[in-house]
């Protein structure tokens, strides 16, 4: 898949970015809202994101352009619509907010689409080698706790009850065991599913050119 971001678009999609206030005092100040606003199109926000601005200059007395800043979006949206950046937006589990215009939405949100499938993929695979491994973990957990259930069991001072609940313990401890065996191969044989399933996915895609 060929995936061309073009290098402003690149470094806007990441700037701006950090928690607390959509812009800073600096930006308020400095007044460039054209940018502000291709920043905010080319990262796919809503241009109602100049209302967040707004409140954010307006405690430092600062009005924003409404007109420099739409004129700037809806560049920064056309860039950000563009089918190949759709696939990297949706590859990477980012959010579509229905910002595309009429004429380039479709063959943005196929490519989008496409992106988000490999996403949802690999997610799944991850998901599943997650579980695999706690799995695991409880089963030491449990087949130590049956060697060290098993060999309580032996002590000359154990009075009959106590050794009477340690068998009961161990039992119990058993049906745990086999339980989270059957689990274990269960999640391995989801996990060779989902593998399969990616890689067909991957190749799939690999022809694929925007």
Not at 24 to 47: F, K, M, P, V
Not at 97 to 113: D, G, I, K, Q, T
Not at 114 to 120: D, E, F, H, K
């Amino acid at each position: 898949m060929r995936i061309l971001i073009p290098g402003l678009l690149a470094a806007l999609l990441f700037s701006g970015c950090g928690g607390g206030a959509s812009v800073s005092e600096h930006q308020c100040i400095a007044g460039d809202w054209q940018t502000l606003g291709y920043r905010d199109g080319a990262n796919g926000q809503r241009s109602t994101s100049l209302l967040a601005h707004q409140n954010a200059c307006g405690e430092h007395g600062i009005v924003p352009d409404r007109q420099g800043y739409m004129l700037g979006w809806k560049e920064g949206v056309r860039e950000f619509c563009e089918p190949n950046n759709g696939f990297v937006v949706g590859e990477r589990g980012g959010a579509y907010y229905n910002v595309c215009p009429a004429e380039l939405r479709e063959p943005f949100l196929a490519a989008y689409h496409q992106g988000r499938s490999l996403y949802q993929a690999r997610t799944t695979l991850r998901q599943i080698d997650r579980a695999i491994v706690h799995t695991t973990e409880q089963l030491d957990a449990v087949i130590q706790e049956i060697v060290s259930s098993t060999a309580a069991q032996f002590s000359g001072t154990l009075l009959p009850a106590e050794r009477l609940e340690l068998l009961a313990r161990t039992k119990s401890l058993a049906e745990e065991q086999a339980r989270l065996e059957d689990q274990l191969v269960d999640l391995e044989l989801e996990y060779v599913d989902a593998e399969r399933e990616l890689n067909s996915l991957t190749a799939s895609l690999a022809a694929v050119t925007y």
